[in-house]
């Protein structure tokens, strides 16, 4: 058995997961050997071809490394080095000269965006000196693009919750539930990254199950409820608190809107059955025992008022055929609902038209 095998077989018994990272590193080094002598067999050639002129044996040198990558930083210094140690001018008008450079190079750019990537293009290149120049530079550029990027993401979110709201609209929303419980179903809908597929039923919102049953907010606990195969999961930490800064505002104008379109729809019909009913009532459509059902169509009932229309019916209706007859049904009225009236409703206050 061959050294080299064993030595896998070694491996293999020891567990060892080295290998592959003891191979990288030495083909690293092998690679850095050889861009070193690559450099140096340029250099010379430069010096060869212009011995008496370092300005053009320098620019020679610099024209014939610029594509050679500089791979790791060993070897990016190493190469930085020699491009100081064989410049014909002096090593910090050099390094002068090179920052000045990349100065005017920044100046020339407009955004903060494009600055950056010009710096990190050139810092993966640069020498440690020169980087140090620049890295206050490269975080000032990178801390305003981030805050940019995060504001153009917060308006992107804004835009698509307003969309996912917006679908949720005509669903009716129970009135008698207060605003908060309904901005709590959709937050905790929105944090399950369900809402884009949310419902409501008997006016509260939720989703439909992989069982097909339809499950409140407040009642779910995890989506896979809803997925058995769940390809996306809950929204991360970072989105999580996004939400909580941006959904709240939105969701709860949602609701408000909602349940205010809602009970004004509510209102109208209740307006329109308190008028059915005080033109039936009035036209003898309910007779006495059911006056009940015609009161209890107004939010405000009036008794005195309602009482009289009543009679008004039974007159209209032939039902109340005599004074006597009237005067009866007068009297039952008032002592069936005498906890509705007033002393200033006493019998003898009312007039009877007929």
């Given at each position: 058995?061959n050294?080299?095998?064993?030595?896998?077989?070694?491996?293999?018994?020891?567990?060892?997961?080295?290998?592959?990272e003891?191979?990288?590193?030495?083909?690293?080094?092998?690679?850095?050997?050889?861009?070193?002598?690559?450099?140096?067999?340029?250099?010379?050639?430069?010096?060869?071809?212009?011995?008496?002129?370092?300005?053009?044996a320098?620019?020679?040198?610099?024209?014939q490394?610029?594509?050679?990558?500089?791979?790791?930083?060993?070897?990016?210094?190493w190469?930085?080095?020699?491009?100081?140690?064989?410049?014909?001018?002096?090593?910090?008008?050099?390094?002068?000269?090179?920052?000045?450079?990349?100065?005017?190079?920044?100046?020339l750019?407009?955004?903060p965006?494009?600055?950056?990537?010009?710096?990190?293009?050139?810092?993966?290149?640069?020498?440690?000196?020169?980087?140090?120049?620049?890295?206050?530079?490269?975080?000032?550029?990178?801390?305003?693009n981030?805050?940019?990027?995060?504001?153009?993401?917060?308006?992107?979110?804004?835009?698509?919750?307003?969309?996912?709201?917006?679908?949720?609209?005509?669903?009716?929303?129970?009135?008698?539930?207060?605003?908060?419980?309904?901005?709590?179903?959709?937050?905790?809908?929105?944090?399950?990254?369900?809402?884009?597929?949310?419902?409501?039923?008997?006016?509260?919102?939720?989703?439909?199950?992989?069982?097909?049953?339809?499950?409140?907010?407040?009642?779910?606990?995890d989506?896979?409820?809803?997925?058995?195969?769940?390809p996306?999961?809950?929204?991360?930490?970072?989105?999580?608190?996004?939400?909580?800064?941006l959904?709240?505002?939105?969701?709860?104008?949602?609701?408000?809107t909602?349940?205010?379109?809602?009970?004004?729809?509510?209102?109208?019909?209740?307006?329109?059955?308190?008028?059915?009913?005080?033109?039936?009532?009035?036209?003898?459509?309910?007779?006495?025992?059911?006056?009940?059902?015609?009161?209890?169509?107004?939010?405000?009932?009036?008794?005195?008022?309602?009482?009289?229309?009543?009679?008004?019916?039974?007159?209209?209706?032939?039902?109340?055929?005599?004074?006597?007859?009237?005067v009866?049904?007068?009297?039952?009225?008032?002592?069936?609902?005498?906890?509705?009236?007033?002393?200033?409703?006493?019998?003898?206050?009312?007039?009877?038209?007929?």
């Amino acid at each position: 058995m061959n050294s080299d095998k064993l030595s896998k077989l070694q491996q293999i018994a020891s567990g060892s997961t080295y290998a592959a990272e003891n191979n990288y590193e030495a083909a690293n080094k092998i690679n850095t050997v050889k861009l070193k002598e690559k450099v140096n067999s340029i250099k010379a050639t430069a010096q060869a071809m212009y011995p008496k002129n370092s300005n053009k044996a320098f620019e020679t040198f610099v024209e014939q490394t610029k594509s050679i990558p500089l791979t790791n930083k060993e070897f990016k210094e190493w190469y930085w080095e020699q491009y100081l140690s064989f410049n014909p001018n002096d090593r910090q008008t050099v390094k002068d000269n090179l920052i000045k450079r990349t100065e005017d190079e920044l100046k020339l750019l407009q955004t903060p965006t494009e600055k950056e990537h010009f710096l990190r293009d050139k810092v993966s290149k640069w020498p440690n000196w020169l980087t140090n120049e620049f890295k206050d530079d490269l975080q000032s550029f990178s801390t305003r693009n981030a805050d940019t990027n995060l504001n153009k993401a917060k308006l992107v979110y804004k835009d698509n919750l307003y969309s996912r709201l917006n679908k949720l609209l005509d669903r009716e929303l129970d009135p008698d539930v207060g605003d908060t419980a309904h901005v709590d179903d959709l937050m905790k809908l929105e944090k399950m990254n369900l809402l884009d597929v949310a419902d409501a039923f008997n006016g509260r919102f939720g989703v439909v199950s992989k069982n097909g049953q339809f499950v409140p907010a407040f009642d779910l606990e995890d989506r896979s409820q809803v997925y058995s195969n769940d390809p996306y999961g809950t929204p991360s930490t970072n989105e999580q608190v996004m939400i909580d800064e941006l959904a709240p505002d939105f969701i709860s104008n949602f609701v408000k809107t909602n349940l205010t379109n809602n009970r004004n729809k509510i209102n109208l019909d209740n307006q329109a059955s308190e008028g059915f009913a005080s033109s039936v009532l009035e036209s003898g459509g309910f007779e006495q025992d059911k006056w009940k059902e015609a009161f209890s169509m107004f939010a405000k009932p009036d008794y005195s008022t309602l009482i009289k229309k009543g009679l008004v019916g039974e007159m209209n209706a032939g039902r109340a055929y005599s004074d006597e007859a009237l005067v009866k049904k007068l009297w039952m009225a008032m002592n069936e609902y005498k906890d509705f009236l007033g002393e200033d409703n006493a019998p003898n206050t009312w007039t009877i038209n007929y």
